[in-house]
């Protein structure tokens, strides 16, 4: 378990002044018929979260409804790209994702992520930087066997192989979500399945209409 955190280290700038925009996402959900959200996909690697959360982008997408994914392998090409699999260097991962995240959810736009985010407590934190029902937390919950199974990049082989450290599942830890606003079992249900379970839960939750 981590015990080092920066998450909540001031900004190092001074004299800086928090600017109210001109157009907020209230305004911008007027327009485009629909709230925005932070989906934020969890579990194993191998467990769905990127297949999923382009599935369901696209039948937003489709819908009419602005969408935005972030995955984890293309965040670390670029913004995260200076960040290895430390514990610290995934809180360090998570905060700049969650903030990012935040940066979308004021656009207007369903953001969804997809990423391992392993620790609880960081979790958390991302949902801490919004308000109430902006933040949906979706466990992607397929064991670890089926993980395995569908490893393409062999990288739970090498891991346990010893030849990745701090791997999760194998050699780090992975906290499941306590209380999220969706439990799938990707490694049984058909994708169109849980893409319809998604769906389902934003209509619930009010954030889109329901789609025809």
């Not at 194993?44 to 969408?67: D, E, H, R, Y």
């Not at 998570?94 to 953001?111: C, Q, S």
């Not at 985010?117 to 960081?122: K, L, N, V």
Request: proline fraction near 3%.
């Amino acid at each position: 378990m981590k015990t080092i955190s920066n998450g909540d280290t001031p900004p190092k700038a001074k004299n800086i002044v928090w600017h109210q925009a001109s157009v907020d996402r209230f305004k911008r959900a007027e327009v485009r018929g629909h709230k925005s959200a932070i989906i934020w996909f969890t579990g194993l690697s191998g467990s769905g979260k990127s297949t999923l959360a382009n599935a369901v982008n696209m039948a937003l997408f489709q819908a009419g409804i602005s969408t935005y994914v972030l995955d984890g392998d293309n965040i670390r090409h670029g913004l995260c790209k200076d960040l290895g699999f430390s514990d610290f260097d995934r809180e360090e991962n998570i905060r700049r994702i969650g903030e990012v995240a935040k940066l979308f959810l004021d656009a207007g736009i369903v953001v969804l992520t997809a990423f391992v985010s392993p620790f609880r407590e960081d979790r958390n934190k991302a949902r801490e930087l919004v308000g109430e029902g902006d933040f949906l937390e979706i466990f992607c919950a397929a064991d670890l066997k089926v993980c395995e199974q569908r490893d393409t990049k062999g990288l739970y082989a090498k891991a346990r192989l010893g030849e990745i450290k701090d791997f999760t599942g194998i050699s780090s830890p992975y906290e499941k979500p306590e209380s999220p606003e969706l439990i799938i079992n990707t490694g049984e249900e058909d994708l169109d399945d849980c893409v319809n379970s998604v769906i389902e839960k934003l209509v619930e939750m009010k954030i889109i209409k329901p789609i025809s």
